[in-house]
């Protein structure tokens, strides 16, 4: 790199909610900004959030509150300190997203507030019904279109670095392919921001769009940054998984309003679970549905909302979940009178690039938001519609800290040990396997050996797969070929991790360890070399 002045302030990778967020706010405070997206600035896994957004915004409702059950559904690896800035910031940030033109449901003028599994209050804020993501995700990309500098179908090949005086390596722009135009360029700026979003098609059975690769997981321990809690993957325990349909999430929201899961034999099985019911953690949901699956002989469960139809009305069912209900009458399901097939589907990564709560990871110059990062505040298990939240409150914190740093308390502590998958040899050549080969590969090796239920064996045997797959990566500007090196290190390092925590906590179950141990109340850390 030359000593000319960078290109831009800030690079923002990523085009959900948590770099669309950053970036208005960016441009608010008068940094130059690019934001740059491998797909259409629309396509992101926000625009599918349901359920909502959470925040202690009613009556009997407070931070605190919001804070415990936070710490709870975490299984004892939340960051408290994380989690405590997450629940007393929402109504400012819920705030902001209403300046910024998104509009929450409301009734007599008063914000509508769902309920959700393993929350001790309403405090959902949705918008459009279930449409809370679609709503967020067109307001922001509406906002941002006429404000920022945005380079659509361009992927960051890899983050720039530079030594500074003490040797370390600062973060000092990216290399871009286009893959519309084929050109490939170096762009500097001061600092660069990841938003990718997370890694859900690392899984056969995924609530995650065709984006969600693990890019800026990958990208961000390819430049040098600790990567954690890999192990930890939320599975959404209601999917609609039909044959020759995309995988469709049903919203944990139905649950909250009233919605049971019953078994091919007609019974609620909750009880037998957990004393919540139908509304406690998602992992415990998770596990339950695929014990009662396997128990019956079938590939899936039941939820009924018809009750709700005799309570109230079939047009308020239909007003309250419209994207759901549209869905499921495509599939020839009516969901005022039929009962809806559902089973766990890989839905979110709960660990990712380390930062610290300014959004900071340890390569000074580098920031993760979202899904991409690994602030602390999900521990083992993160608490529904907690996400969204997360995106906008670490956005924010990292603008602040660009314009104005706090030194003193934003130094991440190096852990020891951390640990290293071996490096990916990419080849130019041809390959044995295509790419898209690749990744279907790899989602079946997951989806067999490391999805809701795991043991040794079956992760032993996945660890020798993605090694042997690894091996067939090839170097290309094609898109495919970047999105399968991205899958493959995402995946390696789940494995690694998930082999190395022989207990079971939060999302991770391991069926030969099936208990918690106190002395795993901690976070295997990872580091290339």
């Not at 690079?11 to 967020?21: C, D, E, H």
């Not at 190096?414 to 130019?428: D, F, G």
């Not at 590969?441 to 997951?446: F, G, K, L, R, V």
Request: aromatic residues 6%.
């Amino acid at each position: 790199m030359s000593n000319a002045p960078p290109d831009y302030d800030l690079i923002i990778v990523g085009s959900g909610i948590a770099g669309l967020y950053a970036a208005i706010k960016a441009r608010e405070v008068g940094l130059s900004v690019l934001l740059i997206t491998k797909s259409s600035i629309e396509e992101a896994s926000t625009r599918y959030a349901q359920g909502g957004i959470a925040a202690a915004v009613g009556a009997g409702d407070s931070p605190e509150k919001h804070l415990a059950d936070t710490l709870k559904a975490g299984a004892g690896l939340v960051d408290e300190v994380a989690a405590r800035i997450l629940c007393s910031e929402a109504a400012s940030r819920i705030a902001d997203l209403s300046r910024f033109g998104v509009q929450f449901d409301s009734i007599d003028g008063q914000v509508n507030l769902g309920h959700e599994g393993a929350h001790s209050q309403p405090r959902i804020l949705h918008a459009r019904g279930d449409g809370t993501g679609l709503e967020i995700e067109t307001s922001l990309s509406q906002l941002a279109q006429e404000k920022l500098e945005i380079r659509e179908n361009t992927i960051p090949k890899k983050i720039l670095l530079k030594p500074d005086s003490t040797g370390s390596q600062l973060a000092v722009g990216i290399e871009s392919h286009n893959t519309l135009t084929g050109i490939t360029e170096s762009i500097s700026s001061r600092h660069v921001m990841l938003a990718t979003g997370g890694a859900g098609q690392i899984y056969k059975v995924t609530t995650n769009p065709q984006v969600s690769t693990g890019d800026g997981v990958a990208l961000g321990y390819h430049a040098g940054a600790i990567v954690t809690d890999m192990e930890f993957v939320q599975f959404h325990p209601t999917a609609l998984v039909l044959t020759d349909r995309p995988v469709f999430l049903i919203s944990e929201a139905l649950r909250g309003d009233g919605a049971q899961l019953l078994n091919d034999l007609g019974d609620r099985f909750m009880g037998r679970y957990d004393k919540s019911l139908e509304l406690a953690p998602r992992d415990i949901v998770a596990r339950a549905i695929v014990e009662e699956s396997i128990n019956t002989n079938k590939d899936h469960v039941w939820l009924d909302i018809t009750t709700k139809t005799t309570e109230k009305s079939k047009e308020w069912l239909f007003a309250r979940f419209p994207q759901i209900s549209s869905v499921c009458e495509d599939a020839g399901i009516d969901i005022s009178r039929d009962l809806i097939p559902v089973s766990p589907a890989a839905h979110y990564l709960m660990g990712g690039l380390v930062t610290n709560t300014y959004g900071e990871t340890s390569v000074p110059g580098l920031f993760a938001i979202g899904e991409t990062a690994c602030t602390g505040v999900h521990g083992a298990n993160r608490l529904a519609s907690n996400s969204l939240l997360e995106t906008v409150i670490f956005a924010h914190r990292a603008i602040d800290q660009i314009i104005d740093p706090k030194f003193k308390e934003t130094i991440i502590e190096p852990v020891e040990p951390t640990y290293s998958i071996p490096s990916i040899k990419l080849t130019q050549n041809g390959s044995v396997l295509t790419a898209s080969e690749i990744k279907k590969e790899i989602q079946n090796t997951m989806w067999a050996h490391a999805g809701v239920v795991r043991g040794r064996e079956g992760l032993e045997l996945a660890r020798e797969k993605l090694e042997q797959l690894a091996k067939y990566a090839t170097n290309t500007d094609e898109i495919s070929d970047y999105e399968t090196h991205s899958l493959l290190t995402v995946s390696r390092l789940m494995i690694d991790a998930a082999l190395r925590r022989t207990e079971s906590r939060g999302s991770h179950f391991r069926e030969d360890f099936a208990a918690s141990s106190e002395n795993w109340k901690k976070h295997i850390r990872y580091q290339q070399p």
